[in-house]
């Protein structure tokens, strides 16, 4: 193509080499086309030289700030930062090692991994300890289990909630695949993942109840765990209902060591300990005597939506065994509902509906939620509930721990999973004022602080990476959030 704005004729001559214009243009143009001067050729040089290097200057340019290795922050936090290491673990998942530089110059090592969510190359799920309640796992160990028993490649995992070290139970809400493992009344924030995999950070408050075919309607007081009203267990409670109590564990003995600052959960005693039992095997004693509902779910169970349920038996009193993919209803004795029970307008057959509600965003189904505190970020600045936490004064705060936090971005598209190594000489930990920055600073809208110190873990792929000197070290964890892909079937 001939560009008809072009003042060079020269240029012309160079692309076609005189010869074919030469019969086109008329005869007072040919001699422009065939005898360019010598310093026409010189100017269109020193121009295209010109060009070049100012190309080369802004790609120069554009590859230095594409590989800064600092990012400033707000002075009186962190200073910078910087990708010491990343690597591309599936397309949609990249883990990152960065080294940030703290306010006092000493240093930090972070180890972040960001999953693109609503990919479906791999899966999100938390994960129980032994798939059952008041049970404690490694996180490698865990990860081996998944790996070897479920037929999932884990990819990458943290550990997950805070517990309890007397019932070694998760605080606040736990949901893994639809069902609920535990919830007890922490005000707590959670990380709610919908069926697209997308996250939401709201409050972790549910509400369940049962509607039976009459059109009644009576609410579950309790899951997983002991209440004057009625209770819900499910395969997490354990094989058999009521779940047998069983003797102090061996690593409660020395309970001071297990808790210390790292942790929200109260100093237990032998005594306190002691005490705990006793209630339990009273509370073994009562849900012995109520009746029972046996279920089966006729569809995977999920929060804010229906699951119809198949009366399997109805038991007046008795221990009894955990129905496959169903559960079990207790109700006390003098509830409205025993009386249903005992009239056989409930009997074997009959479909009732379980439905778990959230407080908020009660529209949209979740299939796993995990619990934490305090909120670190929100729509993109450091919340109030952090300056709440840190009037408390409490070590927990306050050092610089080892840390784990979860966060998402502004459109709700990317997953951070997320944790703070400290080890002597190589990292000195984060607060949670410096770890809220640092999550707003990786690109998290919303963040979430769970369980740290000697429990914070983190496994990428079939390796330990924090703590740095292996699985023998690291804390038995009550759950760990995982993200997995399915094994190729071999042929």
């Given at each position: 193509?001939?560009?008809?704005?072009?003042?060079?004729?020269?240029?012309?001559?160079?692309?076609?080499?005189?010869?074919?214009?030469?019969?086109?243009?008329?005869a007072?143009?040919?001699?422009?086309?065939?005898?360019?001067?010598?310093?026409?050729r010189?100017k269109?040089?020193?121009?295209?030289?010109?060009k070049?290097t100012?190309?080369?200057a802004k790609?120069?340019?554009?590859a230095?700030k594409?590989?800064?290795?600092?990012?400033?922050?707000?002075?009186?936090?962190?200073r910078?930062?910087?990708?010491?290491?990343?690597?591309l673990?599936?397309?949609?998942v990249i883990?990152?090692?960065?080294?940030?530089?703290?306010?006092d110059s000493?240093?930090?090592?972070?180890h972040?991994?960001?999953c693109?969510?609503?990919?479906p190359r791999?899966?999100?799920?938390l994960?129980?300890?032994h798939?059952?309640?008041?049970?404690l796992?490694?996180?490698?160990a865990?990860t081996?289990?998944?790996?070897?028993?479920?037929?999932?490649?884990v990819?990458?995992?943290?550990?997950?909630?805070?517990?309890?070290?007397?019932?070694?139970?998760?605080?606040?809400?736990?949901?893994?695949?639809?069902?609920?493992v535990a919830?007890?009344?922490a005000p707590?924030?959670?990380?709610w993942l919908d069926?697209?995999?997308?996250?939401?950070?709201?409050?972790?408050?549910v509400?369940?109840?049962?509607?039976?075919?009459?059109?009644?309607?009576?609410?579950?007081?309790?899951i997983?765990?002991?209440?004057?009203?009625?209770q819900?267990?499910n395969r997490?409670?354990?094989?058999?209902?009521p779940?047998?109590p069983?003797?102090?564990?061996?690593?409660?003995s020395?309970?001071?060591?297990?808790?210390?600052?790292?942790?929200?959960?109260?100093?237990w005693t032998?005594?306190?300990l002691?005490?705990?039992?006793?209630?339990?095997?009273?509370q073994?004693?009562?849900?012995?005597?109520?009746?029972?509902?046996?279920?089966?779910?006729?569809?995977q169970?999920?929060?804010?939506?229906?699951?119809?349920?198949?009366?399997?038996?109805t038991?007046?009193?008795?221990?009894?065994?955990?129905?496959?993919?169903g559960c079990?209803?207790?109700?006390?004795?003098?509830?409205?509902?025993?009386?249903?029970?005992?009239?056989?307008k409930?009997?074997r057959?009959?479909?009732v509906?379980?439905?778990v509600?959230?407080l908020r965003?009660?529209?949209?189904?979740?299939?796993t939620?995990?619990?934490?505190?305090?909120?670190?970020v929100?729509?993109?600045?450091?919340?109030?509930?952090?300056?709440?936490?840190?009037?408390?004064?409490?070590?927990?705060?306050?050092?610089?721990?080892?840390?784990?936090?979860?966060?998402?971005?502004?459109?709700q598209?990317?997953?951070y999973l997320?944790?703070?190594?400290?080890?002597?000489?190589?990292s000195v930990?984060?607060?949670?004022?410096e770890?809220a920055?640092?999550?707003?600073?990786?690109?998290?809208?919303?963040?979430?602080n769970?369980d740290?110190?000697g429990?914070a873990?983190?496994?990428?792929?079939?390796r330990?990476?924090?703590?740095?000197?292996?699985?023998?070290q690291?804390?038995?964890?009550?759950n760990?959030?995982?993200?997995?892909?399915?094994?190729?079937?071999?042929?």
């Amino acid at each position: 193509m001939i560009n008809a704005a072009s003042t060079e004729p020269f240029c012309l001559e160079a692309t076609t080499g005189g010869r074919f214009l030469a019969g086109i243009l008329p005869a007072a143009e040919r001699s422009v086309v065939s005898l360019p001067s010598q310093q026409k050729r010189r100017k269109q040089t020193v121009r295209k030289t010109r060009k070049t290097t100012t190309v080369r200057a802004k790609r120069r340019r554009f590859a230095k700030k594409r590989t800064a290795p600092n990012v400033s922050v707000r002075p009186g936090l962190i200073r910078g930062m910087t990708i010491v290491y990343d690597t591309l673990l599936v397309p949609g998942v990249i883990y990152r090692r960065v080294d940030v530089e703290l306010a006092d110059s000493t240093h930090a090592l972070v180890h972040a991994v960001t999953c693109v969510v609503r990919n479906p190359r791999y899966g999100i799920e938390l994960v129980q300890a032994h798939d059952r309640l008041g049970r404690l796992e490694t996180l490698p160990a865990l990860t081996r289990r998944l790996d070897s028993a479920q037929g999932k490649i884990v990819l990458a995992a943290i550990n997950g909630s805070f517990w309890r070290a007397g019932t070694r139970q998760p605080l606040g809400i736990s949901l893994s695949d639809g069902e609920i493992v535990a919830v007890t009344g922490a005000p707590w924030y959670a990380l709610w993942l919908d069926r697209r995999w997308r996250p939401w950070l709201d409050t972790g408050g549910v509400v369940a109840t049962v509607h039976l075919s009459d059109g009644s309607t009576y609410r579950i007081d309790a899951i997983n765990a002991s209440a004057d009203g009625v209770q819900l267990f499910n395969r997490y409670a354990g094989d058999s209902i009521p779940v047998l109590p069983g003797q102090i564990p061996a690593e409660l003995s020395t309970a001071q060591r297990l808790i210390t600052s790292d942790t929200l959960d109260p100093q237990w005693t032998s005594d306190s300990l002691a005490a705990m039992l006793s209630t339990l095997q009273h509370q073994w004693q009562r849900d012995l005597q109520k009746p029972k509902v046996l279920l089966r779910y006729l569809r995977q169970p999920m929060v804010n939506q229906s699951t119809p349920c198949l009366v399997l038996r109805t038991l007046d009193s008795e221990r009894v065994e955990v129905p496959l993919r169903g559960c079990v209803l207790t109700v006390p004795r003098g509830h409205p509902l025993e009386k249903v029970i005992e009239s056989g307008k409930l009997k074997r057959g009959d479909t009732v509906i379980l439905q778990v509600r959230t407080l908020r965003n009660d529209s949209i189904p979740f299939h796993t939620a995990i619990s934490g505190t305090p909120l670190l970020v929100k729509n993109g600045t450091v919340k109030p509930q952090l300056e709440d936490t840190l009037r408390r004064g409490s070590p927990f705060v306050e050092q610089r721990l080892s840390r784990t936090a979860i966060g998402t971005d502004v459109i709700q598209s990317v997953l951070y999973l997320v944790t703070v190594e400290q080890s002597p000489g190589r990292s000195v930990g984060m607060s949670l004022r410096e770890l809220a920055q640092f999550m707003k600073t990786f690109g998290a809208s919303d963040a979430l602080n769970l369980d740290g110190g000697g429990s914070a873990t983190m496994v990428v792929g079939d390796r330990c990476v924090v703590p740095p000197s292996g699985p023998s070290q690291c804390r038995a964890v009550a759950n760990a959030l995982v993200i997995w892909r399915r094994k190729p079937l071999s042929r």
